[in-house]
C-alpha cells in the first residue's frame, strides 16, 4: 500500500535558523513526489516536486528537498527561516497505478518564532 | 481566469439543508479533484474527475454527497441533507495531466449550525 508519514505534526524555529520538515514515503512504484504549502484562510501552493530527475530538487522561495530512495524520504529543508514561512506544509506522493490519486501526509505546522 | 476558482468563498447553512459548492478548474485541465480539509486535519479526498471517463467516487463519505463535472469543465460538488459533522473547507484542485502538479482554489468553508 502507498502512504505518506510526515513525522512532526509541530516545528518551531527561530527566524535565521534552518527548517527541516520530515517526510517518508511508502509506494510499489516510482512516486512522483511534492511539497506544499497552506497559508491560513487560503489553497495550497506547489513549493517543489520530484519526478524522477534530479534527487535534489530546488523550489521557491529558497526551499528545496532531497529524494532518498534508500531511506524512502522526502525532507524538506530551508537554511534560513522567515516570518512569512509560518504555514501548514504538505508532503504529497502521486502514485501512477490505476486512477491516479495523490496521498496526502497529514501536515506539519510551522511556527517561526522572532 | 489564470487560477481555480470557488464558490461560494463561505456557506453557512442549517443542518438537513441541501448545498452547492462551484469550482471552474483552469482552461485546458482534464483532471479535477474534490477534497476536504476538517480542522487541524490534512486533505481527505473525495473525487476525481479525468476527461470523459467515468468519475473516481470512492471518497466520497456518503450517499448525500455527488458531484458531477459539465463539459469537462465546471464542476459542482452537492451535499444533500447537509449534517453538521460536513462543516470543513472543501477544497478543488486541477492538473493538466493525471500526474501532475495540482493547482488549488482558495476552498469554499461550509459550517452547518
Known amino acids: 500500500a502507498q502512504s505518506v508519514t510526515q513525522l512532526d505534526s509541530h516545528v518551531s524555529v527561530s527566524e535565521g535558523t534552518p527548517v527541516l520538515l520530515r517526510c517518508n514515503y511508502s509506494?510499489?512504484?516510482?512516486?512522483?513526489l511534492f511539497w506544499y504549502v497552506q497559508h491560513p484562510n487560503k489553497g495550497l501552493q506547489l513549493l517543489l516536486k520530484y519526478t524522477s530527475a534530479a534527487t535534489l530538487v530546488k523550489g521557491i522561495n529558497g526551499f528545496e528537498a532531497e529524494f532518498k530512495k534508500s531511506e524512502t524520504s522526502f525532507h524538506l529543508t530551508k537554511p534560513s527561516a522567515h516570518m512569512s514561512d509560518a504555514a501548514e506544509y504538505f508532503c504529497?506522493?502521486?502514485?501512477?497505478?490505476?486512477?491516479?490519486?495523490?496521498?496526502f501526509g497529514t501536515g506539519t505546522r510551522l511556527k517561526v518564532l522572532a | 481566469g489564470a487560477g481555480v476558482s470557488q464558490s461560494p468563498s463561505n456557506k453557512v447553512t442549517e443542518k438537513g439543508k441541501d448545498v452547492e459548492l462551484r469550482c471552474d478548474p483552469i482552461s485546458g485541465h482534464t483532471a479535477l479533484y474534490w477534497y476536504r480539509q476538517s480542522l487541524g486535519q490534512g486533505l481527505e479526498f473525495l473525487i476525481y474527475?479525468?476527461?470523459?471517463?467515468?468519475?473516481?467516487k470512492s471518497g466520497l463519505p456518503s450517499d448525500r454527497f455527488s458531484a458531477e463535472r459539465t463539459g469537462g469543465s465546471v464542476s459542482t460538488l452537492t451535499i444533500q441533507r447537509t449534517q453538521q459533522e460536513d462543516s470543513a473547507v472543501y477544497l478543488c484542485?486541477?492538473?493538466?495531466?493525471?500526474?501532475?502538479?495540482?493547482?488549488f482554489g482558495e476552498g469554499s468553508r461550509l459550517t452547518v449550525l
Open positions: 484542485a486541477s492538473s493538466y495531466t493525471s500526474s501532475g502538479e495540482l493547482f
Open positions: 504529497v506522493v502521486s502514485i501512477p497505478s490505476g486512477t491516479y490519486k495523490y496521498i
Open positions: 509506494s510499489s512504484y516510482s512516486p512522483s
Open positions: 474527475f479525468q476527461g470523459n471517463s467515468a468519475p473516481d
